[in-house]
C-alpha cells in the first residue's frame, strides 16, 4: 500500500485529546494508589466523541508510570490505576466498533527513576545488560549519575545514541499498534536528537505503514524538524499562542503574522493545531466563553490536524500554575456520565458540533492556507483557501465588543454565526475570578 494512500485517514482526523489519569479520576501522587480499571470510564464516553463528531482519541500517558504518566516505569504495561489489558482491549474495540482512532502518548525521551531496569544497572554496573538503554555519567564524583530530563531529577534520559534504546522504543511501538492502536505522539520528541527518530519510526513504518505519528515541538524549525526526523506532523505551538494571545490583546496583527508562517509550513507538512492541552491553561480562562468559542472557529478553519482537549468543549476552566501539582486543575476529572455534565456548557458543546460539522463538510479545510482581506487590531477577515483554489470561505473575527466569529461562504451566504453563550453568568464569573487571581 502506498503510504499517501494509507495516511488519508490521518489527513482528515479531528482528535479528542483525553489525558486519562486526570479524566477517570486516578490518584496521582498517592504512595500507594488503589489499582482499578478506571480506562473503561472512557467507555461511556465515546458515543459523545462521536456526537461531537471527532475522528478519534488522543489519549494522555496510560502505561505503568511514578506519578502523572509522564514518568513511565513500564512501556509494555498499563497503569494498574486505569486497569490492564483486558480494559485496554475492551477500550480498542468500543471505538472500532464506531470508527473512532486512537493515538497513544509514548515517552521515549526518558523514563521515572523507578524504572526497575534503572535500578538493576545501577546495582549491577557499565557491564549490565540493559547498561546501554540509559544515560549514565559512570564517572561522576560520588558514583555513577543519571542524566535527567530538563532538570527533573525524577525523569531519567534514555541514551538515544544507543542501539538498545532504539530497540526498545521500536518494541513498545510495535507492541501497542500490533494491540490495535492508529499512532503515536511522541512527547518531548523536541529533546532527542532528530537522528535517533530516523533510527526508529522506519522500522515501525516497516510493519505499521498506516501509523500516523505526531512529535511534540515547542520551538524551532518545525518543517525542518518533520523533515530530518521523519515524523508526519508537529504540534503548532505557534499558532496555539497567536490565536489566544490575539484575541486577549485584542492584537489580530499577531495572529495574521502566525497565519503567513503556518501557510509556509503547509506547504511542507500537515501541522497538528490545537487552542488547548494538557500542558497550557484553558482557553476559557484565557478568554472567558465566548473569546474561547471565538478561538475554536479559528481553530476549526484554518489548515492542520485538529485537537479538542476534553473539557473545552463544555467551556471548562482552568489555570496551569508552574508548581508541584500546578496541572491538576487543567487534568480534571470527568462525570460518570455526559448527562451529568452540568447545563452551562450546553451551548458550548453545541456550537463545537456546529464547527466540527462545518468542518467535515469541507474537506478541503486540512491543508487550505489564508489570506487576509481586512486587519484591524480588533478585527480581521481571512479567507480560508482549498489547496486546489477551488473553494473558498470567508472568516470574520471581531473583537470590538464580546468577541464573535462569522463564517460565509463564496456566495456571502452564512455558513456559522456565533452566539453569545447563554452559559455566560456561571462560566464568565469563574473567568472574571481567575483572572483576580
Known amino acids: ?46 458515543d459523545y466523541a462521536v456526537e461531537m463528531g471527532v475522528s478519534g482519541l488522543l489519549l494522555g500517558p496510560i502505561f505503568a508510570s511514578q506519578t502523572h504518566g509522564y514518568d513511565t516505569v513500564d512501556h509494555f504495561r498499563i497503569d494498574p490505576r486505569l486497569g490492564g489489558d483486558e480494559d485496554f482491549d475492551a477500550l480498542v474495540a468500543a471505538c472500532q466498533g464506531r470508527g473512532l482512532r486512537i493515538l497513544l502518548d509514548g515517552v521515549f525521551s526518558h523514563v521515572g527513576v523507578e524504572h526497575p531496569a534503572l535500578s538493576r544497572v545501577l546495582a549491577e554496573g557499565p557491564e549490565s545488560h540493559d547498561a546501554r538503554l540509559f544515560d549514565i555519567d559512570w564517572n561522576a564524583a560520588g558514583g555513577p549519575a543519571p542524566r535527567v530530563f530538563e532538570g527533573h531529577a525524577a525523569l531519567v534520559r534514555l541514551n538515544h545514541g544507543a542501539d538498545q534504546a532504539v530497540d526498545y522504543t521500536v518494541a513498545a511501538m510495535e507492541h501497542w499498534l500490533a494491540r490495535g492502536i492508529d499512532g503515536w505522539r511522541l512527547d518531548a520528541a523536541y529533546s532527542v536528537g532528530t537522528d535517533f527518530w530516523m533510527r526508529v519510526l522506519p522500522r515501525v513504518r516497516a510493519h505499521y505503514p498506516e501509523a500516523w505519528i505526531l512529535g511534540e515541538v515547542i520551538h524551532g524549525d518545525y518543517s525542518q524538524f518533520v523533515a530530518a526526523s521523519g515524523v508526519d506532523s508537529v504540534t503548532q505551538y505557534e499558532l496555539w499562542k497567536a490565536i489566544w494571545s490575539s484575541i486577549k490583546d485584542r492584537n489580530m496583527f499577531e495572529l495574521d503574522w502566525s497565519l503567513t508562517r503556518h501557510n509556509g509550513f503547509l506547504a511542507h507538512f500537515t501541522p497538528q493545531t490545537f487552542i488547548g492541552n494538557h500542558d497550557v491553561t484553558r482557553i476559557a480562562s484565557a478568554l472567558g466563553p465566548d473569546g474561547a468559542l471565538a478561538a475554536a472557529a479559528i481553530l476549526l478553519t484554518v489548515g492542520g490536524i485538529p485537537s479538542i482537549y476534553y473539557g473545552d468543549e463544555q467551556g471548562f476552566v482552568g489555570i496551569k500554575e508552574q ?47 489564508t489570506t487576509a482581506l481586512q486587519i484591524e487590531n480588533s478585527r480581521y477577515c481571512y479567507r480560508a483557501e482549498a489547496a486546489d483554489g477551488r473553494a473558498f470561505m470567508d472568516v470574520n473575527v471581531d473583537l470590538t465588543v464580546t468577541p464573535s466569529v462569522t463564517i460565509k461562504n463564496a456566495d456571502g451566504q452564512v455558513l456559522w454565526a456565533q452566539r453569545p453563550c447563554r452559559c455566560r453568568n456561571q462560566a464568565s464569573q469563574a473567568w472574571q475570578h481567575l483572572c483576580a487571581i
Request: net charge positive; no cysteine.
Open 1 to 46: 500500500m502506498d503510504r499517501n494512500e494509507a495516511m488519508s485517514w490521518a489527513n482528515q482526523a479531528i482528535w479528542w485529546q483525553v489525558y486519562p489519569l486526570g479524566f477517570s479520576g486516578a490518584p496521582i501522587r498517592d504512595a500507594h494508589p488503589s489499582p482499578a480499571p478506571r480506562l473503561r470510564r472512557l467507555l461511556g464516553w465515546l
Open 323 to 369: 508548581r508541584l501539582g500546578g496541572d491538576d486543575d487543567v487534568r480534571p476529572a470527568f462525570p460518570n456520565a455526559p448527562w451529568e455534565l452540568a447545563d452551562w456548557g450546553r451551548d458550548i458543546y453545541r456550537a463545537h458540533q456546529e464547527l466540527v460539522a462545518l468542518r467535515r463538510r469541507n474537506p478541503w479545510l486540512v491543508t487550505a492556507t
